[in-house]
C-alpha cells in the first residue's frame, strides 16, 4: 500500500512563498513520474506540474516562471517552491505518482494541503 503525505501548506501573503513537499511510503515502488496537481474551488483539477526520475519536467504555462517542481529519489520525495504567489493560486493541492509521462496522473493521490494567499 502507497501513501503521499504532503506538507507545507497554509496562509501566505500576496507576493509570498510557500515550499510544499510530498514524499511516498509504505509499498513503496520507483514512481516513474510524480507530481502536484490543485484545486480551487468550484473549478477543476489541474496539473501544475510534474517531474520523473531522470529529472524532465513539464509546467502548468501559466505557472512555470513561479512554480519550481524538485525531486529526491532516494528519499522519494517531490517538492513544489511557489514564489510570487497570488489569490488565484489559492487551492487545495495534491501530490500525485504512479504515472507512466508527465502529463497523465497516476493513480496514487495524497490527501491535499490547502493553500491559500489572502491579505
Known amino acids: 500500500q502507497v501513501q503521499l503525505v504532503e506538507s507545507g501548506g497554509g496562509l501566505v501573503q500576496p507576493g509570498g512563498s510557500l515550499r510544499l513537499s510530498c514524499t511516498a511510503s509504505g509499498t513503496v515502488i520507483d514512481f516513474y513520474a510524480m507530481g502536484w496537481y490543485r484545486q480551487a474551488p468550484g473549478k477543476q483539477r489541474e496539473l501544475v506540474a510534474s517531474?520523473?526520475?531522470?529529472?524532465?519536467?513539464h509546467y502548468n504555462d501559466s505557472l512555470k516562471d513561479r512554480f519550481t517542481i524538485s525531486r529526491e529519489n532516494t528519499k522519494n520525495t517531490i517538492i513544489l517552491q511557489m514564489s510570487r504567489l497570488n489569490p488565484e493560486d489559492t487551492a487545495v493541492y495534491f501530490c500525485?505518482?504512479?504515472?507512466?509521462?508527465?502529463?497523465?496522473?497516476?493513480?496514487?493521490w495524497g490527501q491535499g494541503t490547502q493553500v491559500t494567499v489572502s491579505a
Open positions: 517531474i520523473t526520475t531522470p529529472g524532465s519536467t
Open positions: 500525485n505518482a504512479g504515472g507512466t509521462n508527465l502529463l497523465t496522473p497516476g493513480r496514487f
